[in-house]
């Protein structure tokens, strides 16, 4: 049993100490296709999708209700833009 502590505090430590050795951030992307994606994601629509079989019972039907119902309610401004588009597939 003391080889099983001793060998868990052990792993715990070099884990922290592993986490301590990365290199510091410098709050900068240092990608640049990151940065390019940053610059350009307004160009790009969120999609929300909503996969069905074609057999559904009650409960897929009420599912595909508040979909439909939460994203035109809590999203209304952005499906409006073309920001975000619902997709019932």
């Known amino acids: 049993m ?6 868990f505090t052990l792993i ?3 884990l ?9 951030s410098t709050g900068k992307n240092e990608n640049p296709l990151i940065s390019t994606i940053a610059e350009n994601l307004d160009d790009y ?3 929300v999708l909503y996969f069905h079989s074609t ?3 009650q409960l897929c039907l009420s599912i595909e209700k508040q979909v439909k119902e939460t994203v035109m309610v ?3 401004d952005q499906v409006e833009s073309g920001r ?6």
């Open 2 to 7: 003391n080889i099983i502590k001793t060998s």
């Open 12 to 14: 715990i430590v070099l």
């Open 16 to 24: 922290l100490l592993g986490s301590c050795l990365q290199p510091a």
């Open 84 to 89: 975000l588009k619902l997709f019932l597939c």
């Open 74 to 76: 809590e999203y209304r």
């Open 45 to 47: 629509p969120v999609r």
């Open 55 to 57: 057999n559904r019972c």
